[in-house]
């Protein structure tokens, strides 16, 4: 897989892997609870003790940062993998069984595609706040959609090839047809499709932190920190920036990694 990248996916996976890389080894080298708060070291800029500097409350801003990219990273996944596992399996079940099945998946689809999809996130946040699990469920109900919609038309088109054909005609059943002929051809449009999701899923979270919907304080979450610090942008403005650079790379990252593989 690797050889067949090219240059700017490479640089994604790099960037992305140094992300992780930061934020999971953090505790192993800059041992400090991103909860702890020191009102007496209010706003301090970088230094050899704090080396992101703290914020209002005195919190280490480093450990809040690899924390907060974390627990994005940790929900992106998980709701790249619902929406992934649910939209090729009923995007490949749609395109291989066509008729009636087809209709009624695409009729679900279209019910869900009939909301704004932040708005549908919201009433899931609304509904459970301070959630994980409906954030969780809310960003993978909308991103199932995309999912479905491009594997069953590609599904459409394989599912009439002569492989495909000549595998029925033989007694195959769907399971083998799937492990033999849809995911060999859908592999490199199912790479692309998360790394892009994965992206506005990134967004989504974070807008949702920065409107004060979800997570709740004292949570360290990206769009939550940028709400927290705006306040203090003219008097410490490196720790405004942070959160707003670890939003920026990560969604770098990951449409980096969308490109097309050659």
Not at 112 to 119: D, E, K, N, V
């Amino acid at each position: 897989m690797w050889k067949l990248m090219t240059a700017s996916q490479k640089s994604g996976v790099i960037l992305l892997i140094f992300l992780c890389a930061f934020a999971y080894l953090q505790p192993y080298f800059y041992p400090m609870d991103a909860g702890f708060q020191n009102l007496n070291q209010v706003l301090q800029k970088p230094s050899a003790l704090y080396w992101f500097g703290t914020d209002h409350f005195g919190r280490d801003m480093l450990s809040r940062l690899a924390s907060a990219i974390r627990l994005s990273f940790s929900l992106i996944i998980s709701s790249v993998f619902l929406a992934l596992f649910g939209g090729l399996l009923l995007g490949i079940w749609a395109g291989y069984a066509g008729g009636k099945v087809d209709a009624l998946l695409r009729f679900c689809c279209d019910i869900i595609m009939a909301l704004p999809g932040l708005l549908l996130v919201l009433l899931f946040a609304a509904i459970a706040p301070n959630s994980f699990l409906a954030l969780y469920l809310g960003i993978a109900l909308v991103m199932w959609v995309e999912f479905f919609r491009v594997i069953r038309l590609l599904s459409r088109s394989l599912a009439t090839s002569r492989e495909v054909e000549a595998s029925r005609l033989m007694g195959m059943g769907l399971f083998y047809c799937i492990k033999r002929h849809f995911l060999p051809k859908l592999a490199p449009v199912i790479l692309t499709l998360s790394a892009f999701s994965a992206g506005n899923a990134v967004l989504a979270l974070a807008t949702l932190g920065f409107i004060n919907v979800g997570l709740q304080p004292p949570t360290p979450e990206l769009g939550l920190m940028m709400t927290e610090l705006f306040p203090y942008y003219y008097e410490a403005p490196w720790i405004l920036v942070q959160p707003i650079i670890a939003v920026f790379l990560l969604v770098l990252s990951f449409q980096l990694i969308s490109g097309k593989v050659r």
